[in-house]
C-alpha cells in the first residue's frame, strides 16, 4: 500500500475523474489509514511504498505490478501522469528479493490482472479495452507460467478489470457482467457457473474493487446489496468508507497490491 498524502485529481484518465471536484487530502489518508488498518486487524501484513510528489495516483498500489508464485510481472503505464510509478514498484519487489519481470507491453499490473489459483488449475484472468494491452496477456503467460484468459471489457467506466471482477477465494469470483463483451461473458460464465454476480449499482459504487482473503471481503461500504450477496454466500463483508480515493477512479482493491509468494 502507498499513503495518499499525495493524492490529488490534478488530470483526467478515467471517467469518473473530475479536476473541478475538490479533494480532501487529509481526509483521504484518514480513510486509507482506516483500510490499512483494517487489513492490519484482520490478520495480514501490510508493506508500505513511499510516496512520491507529483505522482498523485500512487495511492492505487495495485497498478505497479502483479505478483504470482513469488514473481512479479511489473507495469508499464498507459498515460504517461503515471508512468513513473512503475520504477518505484520495480525498486520495491527488488529490494524484498522477489524476482521482477520487465514488462515490454502495456500493462497496469494488478488493475487488469487476477488470479484464481484453484480454478481449473491455477487461472489467470486478464482484462483489456481500455488501459491494458492484449499483448500483455500473452508476456504475462510467459512470465508467469500461467495459462492467461483474455477478457475484453467494454464500458469505460469500467476501464479496469479490477472494478469490475475480484476473485473471493481460490476458487470462485464475483463480477459484473454488464462491464464485459458478451463473449466474455459466455467464458466467465462457462469458467465460474457458482460466481456471485454484482448488480449495475453495487459495481457503480466500486463494490467490486474489493480484497478477500477467502473468508473476510473488505469492500466499499456503498455496496450493500454486494455485502449483502456475499453474505448470503458464506463470507464475511467488511465495509469501509473511501469517499475520497473514489475521486480518482479507485476503491479498496486499487490501494492494495496482492504479494504471492
Not at 160 to 180: E, R, S, T, W
Request: hydrophobic fraction near 45%; proline fraction near 6%; aromatic fraction near 10%.
Amino acid at each position: 500500500m502507498c499513503s495518499p498524502e499525495h493524492f490529488a485529481v490534478e488530470y483526467a484518465i478515467n471517467p469518473w475523474m473530475d479536476v473541478t471536484t475538490p479533494v480532501d487530502a487529509a481526509l483521504a489518508v484518514k480513510q486509507w489509514d482506516r483500510l490499512r488498518e483494517t487489513l492490519v486487524g484482520l490478520g495480514h501484513t501490510v508493506h508500505l511504498l513511499t510516496p512520491q510528489a507529483g505522482l498523485p495516483d500512487m495511492v492505487y498500489a495495485a497498478n505497479g505490478a502483479f505478483v504470482v508464485d513469488g514473481i512479479a510481472y511489473g507495469a508499464r503505464f498507459k498515460h504517461e501522469q503515471r508512468a513513473a510509478e512503475a520504477a518505484a514498484h520495480r525498486a520495491f519487489y527488488e529490494e524484498q528479493g522477489w524476482r521482477f519481470i520487465a514488462p515490454n507491453e502495456t500493462n497496469e499490473g494488478e488493475g487488469d490482472f487476477a488470479y484464481v489459483p484453484e480454478a481449473h488449475g491455477g487461472l489467470v484472468l486478464a482484462g483489456y479495452g481500455f488501459r491494458t494491452d492484449p499483448a500483455a496477456h500473452a508476456e504475462a503467460q510467459e512470465a508467469l507460467g500461467r495459462p492467461v484468459v483474455s477478457l475484453h471489457l467494454v464500458d469505460p467506466r469500467f476501464y479496469h478489470l479490477d472494478v469490475a471482477l475480484a476473485a473471493i477465494d481460490d476458487g470462485n469470483v464475483v463480477y459484473f457482467p454488464g462491464a464485459f463483451s458478451h463473449a466474455s461473458q459466455q467464458v466467465l460464465a462457462q469458467l465460474f457457473p457458482d460466481a456471485v454476480i454484482a448488480d449495475d449499482a453495487d459495481a457503480l459504487a466500486f463494490g467490486l474493487n474489493l480484497v478477500s482473503d477467502g473468508a473476510n471481503v473488505v469492500l466499499n461500504n456503498e455496496a450493500t446489496r454486494l455485502a449483502a450477496k456475499l453474505k448470503a454466500a458464506g463470507y464475511t463483508p467488511v465495509p469501509v468508507e473511501l469517499a475520497e480515493l473514489k475521486k480518482g477512479g479507485g476503491s479498496v482493491k486499487c490501494c492494495v497490491a496482492e504479494l504471492r509468494p
